[in-house]
């Protein structure tokens, strides 16, 4: 199990002259979530598709287990292409048992394995009807399904999280998280930083067809400056101002955060607070994913406008 | 996590696989159903109508008194000139009143030395022939046996006396029953070319539009998807060909409105089955690629229509000169050119008379092409497949890599 991991080494792809990917790098290891973030068209699906085989890359290498991955070891990747795919006119459990049969699974193997997941994943009663009856919702979670019947020993989805309830995110989210413990490498991307956040290991931050910044969540946010967090109810507007070594950044509700200055101490800004009447929150908080994430994209815009 | 499973897939098992989807997929649908059963009973019914139209005779003529004796001469006399003459002997009075209700056409009466007919008001031109040509055969006996002769002997020599005729090249026989038989064979294959041939369109298409095909492709090479959606809509159409053109001819025997022999009608259905796969082969090749191009079903009829016409054409030409013409030089030259030949030949096949050479050169030159297909359209459905979007370019998907 040790050292079982997906490498995507230096892969580069060009459309004409449009330079999709640029010597992407990055390693998912056994039993890690990986998260894989940036705008749109930053060259995220790209990526995915080259590993899944589905495009060639004109150079670089994908590597499974120290080996470049051929078709036969593609078929161990649990797949979910960000533009969904499934025979609309096919049943759920027909479609599935179809799909892991493609995988390698024999019949018996494949409908005990699609009982198993359409179980897991909620949509158990819907076996026997049409994918193209199914609500979005309903589809996306026999998506998933696709990914997982022929239980793969690598999963690479394209934006799982989008367009699902706040149920089918825990679902998946779950799924995802037990999937990493068996000892799966798991890369998703998404914009939901949020859920990324929480659900991450690692996260890479891919910016023009580049890997900009990958690292572990918490040494991500530990570069960043601290901010502090005050929920003062009776507060009147503008009590924060004024004070010394503190610039606010951000002020919704009765809620204000601040960017706290060099060797600012915090405690004068609690009792500027308490002054104003009852202070229900007081919590200091490193920058989130979203802040790296906007910062590293203005990053980018700036260097275009340079 | 347990140790990696086995997950090899042989190339022909993964053509296996999408086969089989498409099989058992298509034989369950109800397009297939019905498509199959209503050609099935238009079929059953042609021939029902056909040995309707066929059967019966043409009059229906009694014999009264000493007309009895007439009864034999006068059918023969109707078989010599084409005619069908149903005779019941009456006697007159009833012979009478059946004319008159309409149940017989005429009644002979009189002492039989000569034809007396009645009537109701006019008598069918046909049946006047008929009945001239027999007075005429009874004044001539009368003849022959005053001048001391024998009718029969005379009447036997008379028939035997032919003109000898010496074709210098023997033309073939074309029969009635193979010409319809030849564009029955026509319809089928074109009709199945048609709808198998815009089938195998329309799945790469639904493939591409609900981009399962990323999926399929991240697992399977695309010569495999493709090669196992032209095997398993061929094995659909094939045996909808077997179970229509065997249901048809068993049809066609069992009513009598077939009369060719067993193993003629065998040999059609079996080069029925031939050219359809052939056909049906080479043209799905050409369709799959084609509509990898495009990516909304509404775009196929733009791609697919160009190969599609050489289709319709060999059809048309078939269908308009063969029942007039079947000897047509033209069509004898281009049911052996590959565009032309699936649906030209089995035609010409179903009406016999095509010399082993030309069927055996027509089968070559359409084996000798598949491969060419198959390298041509795997290219072109391998670099077109994946990318959805605007319509590739023809070009482009040959050109890129």
Redesign the interface.
Known sequence: MAGRRLEIDGVSKRYGDIVALREMTFQVGAGELFGFVGSNGAGKTTTMRIALGVLAADAGVVRWDGEPITLETRRHIGYMPEERGLYPKMKVAEQLVYLARLHGLTTAQAKRSVQEWTERLGVAARRDDEVQKLSLGNQQRVQLAAALVHNPSILVLDEPFSGLDPVAVDVMSKVLSDKAAEGVPVVFSSHQLDLVERLCHRVGIVRNGQMVACDTVEALRAGGIEHLVVDAPRAPRGWADGLPGVTVVEQTGTKTVFELGEGVDDQAVLRAALATGPVTEFSRRGQSLTELFRNVVSESHEAVAA | ?SS??????GNWE?VG?VAG?EIT?RLKSKAFIITTAATLLLLIGFSLVMKFVAGGSDATVGVSGGSVALEAPLKATATSIGQTIDTRQVDEAAGRAQVDSGDLDALLVGDGSKIVVVVKKEIDEKLRNTLNVLAGQLALNQEITDLGGDPAQVGKQVADAKAEVRPMEPPFDYNGQQLVIGMIAGILIYMSLLINGQSVAQGVV??KS????????????PWQLMLGKVVGIGVVGLVQMVVIGGAGIAVGLATGVLTISVSAAVGTVVWLVVWFLLGFFAYSLVFAALGALVSRQEDIGGVITPPLMFVILGYVLGISILPSDPGSKLIEILSMVPLFAPTLMPMRLAMGGVPAWEAGLAVVLVLALIPGLVWLSGRIYRNAV?R?GAKVKLRDALRAT
């Open positions: 996590m990696v499973p086995d997950v090899r897939v993964a696989l989807r997929g639904e493939e609900s981009r399962v095909v990323e999926l399929l492709l991240a697992t399977i090479r994946t959805s």
